[in-house]
């Protein structure tokens, strides 16, 4: 009887959560309908967040050149949260920037932060291994992006699109047509300067106050499996979920993705994989 007890507040506590979804470069808020649709029909929270230039943001990736500018509508979500009020942070991608970044300036704000296939960097790009470990190297595939020099030709570029004629090899192999399709049609260019620009310093608040999860995508071709297992070592989480799937596992593997969220959740990181 009491265990029954336990098991309903728990799933009471679980349909309480408010899960944040965050996009990675060149996405947005509808790279996550699948997953949304099957969180919001099963009783949960979703808020998704198009981060500047990205989803219908109107912004030009080129005019945005810091990743404070890049990631301020994910600040001024958190910052309009009430302070009581915890949420779970799903970073996907370079969407795991984000989330250090608000795990930095709001502990006290998230129960739980997920990395998905992302990068996870604790104070973002400081040195080379930084880049080698957290920045995606897709040279092996050839002239592959489409790039914007906002500052001028002689300068480095400010933004980056991987071509359509190399996305769904690179991106979403594993992926249905549709959904390859679908994106190709709404992908932007990413602000890939201020992108390479985020780091972040520790300070008052503890960012190791923050749970954190990382979900493995064995099949990414982006971030490889290579680098997400060294930034584990580097910064290890409470706790690994692993997944076959290529780069977008909301388009690939959007059931399994739903079940590890949710079991993340559940176990506050501290669940056996």
Same mark, same amino acid.
């Given at each position: 009887?009491?265990?029954?007890?336990?098991?309903?507040?728990?799933?009471?506590?679980?349909?309480?959560?408010?899960?944040? $979804?965050?996009?990675?470069?060149?996405?947005?808020?509808?790279?996550?309908?699948?997953?949304?649709?099957?969180?919001?029909?099963?009783?949960?929270?979703?808020?998704?967040?198009?981060?500047?230039?990205?989803?219908?943001?109107?912004? #030009?990736? #080129?005019?945005? $050149?810091?990743?404070?500018?890049?990631?301020?509508?994910?600040?001024?979500?958190?910052?309009?949260? +009430?302070? !009581? !009020?915890?949420?779970?942070?799903? *970073? !996907?991608?370079?969407?795991?920037?984000?989330?250090?970044?608000?795990?930095?300036?709001?502990?006290?704000?998230?129960?739980?932060?997920?990395?998905?296939? &992302?990068?996870?960097?604790?104070?973002?790009? %400081?040195?080379?291994?930084?880049?080698?470990?957290? &920045?995606?190297?897709?040279?092996?595939?050839?002239?592959? /992006?489409?790039? *914007?020099?906002?500052?001028? =030709?002689?300068?480095? +570029?400010?933004?980056?699109?991987?071509?359509?004629?190399?996305?769904?090899?690179?991106?979403?192999? $594993?992926? =249905?047509?549709? #959904?390859?399709?679908? &994106?190709?049609?709404?992908?932007?260019?990413?602000?890939?300067?201020?992108?390479?620009?985020?780091?972040?310093?520790?300070?008052?608040?503890?960012?190791?106050?923050?749970?954190?999860?990382?979900?493995?995508?064995?099949?990414?071709?982006?971030?490889? =499996?290579?680098?997400?297992?060294?930034?584990?070592?580097? %910064?290890? =989480?409470?706790?690994?979920?692993?997944?076959?799937?290529?780069?977008? +596992?909301?388009?690939?593997? +959007?059931? $399994?993705? /739903?079940?590890?969220?949710?079991? &993340?959740?559940?176990?506050?990181?501290?669940?056996?994989?």
């Amino acid at each position: 009887m009491g265990e029954e007890v336990a098991d309903k507040m728990l799933d009471r506590e679980l349909l309480q959560a408010h899960f944040v $979804l965050v996009h990675g470069i060149s996405g947005g808020s509808w790279c996550w309908y699948k997953l949304r649709c099957l969180m919001e029909n099963s009783g949960y929270r979703v808020s998704c967040v198009d981060l500047k230039a990205s989803g219908i943001d109107r912004s #030009d990736a #080129d005019s945005v $050149l810091s990743f404070q500018e890049y990631n301020k509508p994910l600040i001024d979500f958190m910052s309009a949260l +009430p302070i !009581h !009020h915890k949420v779970i942070l799903v *970073g !996907h991608s370079a969407g795991g920037l984000s989330v250090t970044e608000a795990s930095h300036r709001f502990p006290e704000k998230i129960s739980l932060a997920i990395y998905l296939g &992302a990068t996870m960097l604790k104070t973002g790009f %400081w040195t080379e291994q930084d880049v080698k470990d957290g &920045a995606p190297d897709l040279s092996e595939f050839g002239d592959v /992006f489409e790039f *914007g020099f906002g500052l001028g =030709p002689d300068q480095p +570029p400010t933004s980056a699109l991987v071509k359509k004629e190399f996305q769904r090899n690179i991106i979403y192999q $594993l992926s =249905p047509q549709e #959904d390859s399709t679908l &994106a190709a049609m709404l992908l932007r260019p990413g602000p890939i300067k201020a992108l390479m620009s985020a780091r972040f310093e520790e300070g008052k608040n503890d960012v190791e106050n923050v749970p954190r999860v990382y979900i493995k995508t064995t099949q990414d071709r982006v971030v490889k =499996p290579e680098q997400q297992e060294a930034m584990i070592r580097r %910064w290890p =989480p409470s706790q690994v979920y692993t997944l076959e799937s290529d780069h977008s +596992p909301f388009f690939s593997a +959007p059931f $399994l993705l /739903f079940g590890l969220l949710v079991k &993340a959740a559940a176990t506050g990181g501290c669940g056996s994989s």
